[in-house]
């Protein structure tokens, strides 16, 4: 059997070959670099679930220890392997169903192998495909020397689950990070190793809540366009800080308005809106990621920067997002839904518009 301290010794001999310096400019041409690998347990079928029984379950078993999910090694496919095989799952944002699909197979020997180098003319990465880093748990494990929005987002959660020492947000995973995560591992009886694995990600986004995603409790997609409604195709913001949207928008925009109109008198709070859509308070991309997903346009909060590449380039004809690494904003149909520069009313819902000087601009497509 496999054990923990083997799984280390592993992703060691991966981080040493990361850390390799480039041999001059042959380096921005070099192939990608394999570390080199131990022996993983092998899965001869494709999909396995509740009621298996074999080697094939002993080496699933193995694999989800591998990769920081707890589990006994029994051969058997029974309760405590079903929802190991839903940690993992929830981990590596798949379906969460408790079966070994060929899909959590395929992500779970990928995690188990550890972190992939690769040189490139941008210098050492992990991984190939750009997409993988875009959000936490679809690259597995991270390690010290990655970068990319993934590691930004879990230096995002970290703050979020109480660690004040946690690195501000950037996306380059150093020795601050490292040190972040002990402090969670340890605060949280796990492995105190400094690198993310599916049970240190399982265990952060539980810490910081996970209601914040489809029908989820409070979920705010529930279609209503109970807003009244003005002639035209401008919104409208009452005295009392309420928008009221305009009868030839399309029913997203009315959707987005009333889904806005919920939370317009919420205070400010810093992450509020991120780990559950019922908070006590909403930060600027918690209180956008909301009204938008009062239309259905994106499944869970992200970050102000997780919106760069949303939707289409530049202004929309009813809802353009404004938006850079510290704060974002939209205008719907008009008018501003931000937490900046709110009036005396405290609403988010706004008639004056501002600069967009240093924001990029997106709009959702269609709109």
Same mark, same amino acid.
């Given at each position: ?7 280390? &010794?592993?992703? *060691?001999?991966?981080?040493? %070959?990361l850390?390799?310096?480039? &041999?001059g ?25 509740? =009621?298996a ?7 699933? !078993?193995?694999?989800?220890?591998? $990769? ?14 079903t ?14 169903? =408790? ?7 395929r %992500?779970?020997?990928?995690a ?10 941008? *210098?050492?990465?992990?991984? $190939?495909d750009?997409?993988v ?5 679809r ?13 930004? #987002?879990? !230096?995002?959660?970290?703050r979020? &689950? ?9 996306g ?7 040190a972040?995560? !002990? ?5 949280? @009886? ?6 993310l694995?599916a ?9 910081v ?13 529930? /279609? ?7 002639? =035209? ?18 029913? #997203?925009?009315?959707?987005i ?11 400010y709070?810093? *992450?509020? *809106? ?16 909301? &009204? ?7 499944s ?7 919106? +760069? ?5 530049? @202004? =929309? ?29 405290g ?10 000087? /240093? +924001? @990029? ?7």
């Amino acid at each position: 059997m496999l054990t923990q301290i083997k799984r280390k &010794a592993f992703i *060691g001999t991966a981080l040493a %070959a990361l850390m390799l310096p480039a &041999a001059g400019a042959a380096a921005a041409t070099q192939q990608p670099v394999a570390p080199t690998q131990q022996v993983l347990p092998k899965i001869h079928i494709k999909q396995m679930k509740k =009621g298996a029984k074999g080697p094939d379950v002993t080496s699933l !078993q193995q694999l989800l220890g591998l $990769v920081g999910i707890k589990v006994e090694v029994t051969g058997s496919y029974l309760s405590k392997t079903t929802t190991a095989v839903r940690h993992f799952q929830f981990a590596a944002r798949l379906a969460v169903n =408790g079966i070994a699909t060929k899909a959590t197979l395929r %992500a779970l020997v990928t995690a188990a192998k550890g972190p992939q180098p690769v040189e490139s003319s941008g *210098g050492t990465v992990v991984g $190939v495909d750009p997409d993988v880093t875009r959000k936490l748990g679809r690259r597995i494990p991270l390690v010290k020397g990655m970068s990319g929005p993934d590691v930004r #987002e879990l !230096q995002t959660y970290l703050r979020r &689950a109480g660690d004040k020492r946690s690195p501000t947000p950037s996306g380059e995973f150093g020795a601050a990070t490292v040190a972040a995560i !002990q402090r969670f591992e340890k605060k949280h @009886k796990r492995s105190v190793d400094g690198i993310l694995d599916a049970g240190d990600i399982y265990a952060l986004r539980v810490a910081v809540g996970q209601d914040a995603s489809p029908g989820g409790s409070g979920d705010p997609a529930d /279609g209503s366009t109970d807003v009244p409604l003005v002639p =035209g195709s401008r919104a409208k913001v009452t005295r009392a800080g309420l928008a009221i949207a305009p009868e030839d928008a399309p029913i #997203e925009v009315q959707q987005i308005i009333a889904a806005g109109n919920r939370i317009a008198y919420k205070p400010y709070k810093w *992450g509020g *809106g991120h780990g559950s859509w019922v908070d006590s308070g909403y930060d600027c991309s918690g209180t956008v990621s909301y &009204a938008l997903r009062g239309a259905k346009l994106l499944s869970s909060p992200e970050a102000s920067y997780g919106f +760069f590449n949303y939707g289409s380039a530049g @202004k =929309g004809k009813w809802v353009t997002l404004y938006t850079n690494s510290g704060h974002i904003y939209m205008t719907v149909a008009g008018i501003r839904f931000d937490t900046s520069g709110r009036g005396s009313n405290g609403s988010r819902w706004q008639s004056a518009m501002r600069s967009s000087s /240093g +924001f @990029k601009v997106r709009h959702p497509t269609g709109l």
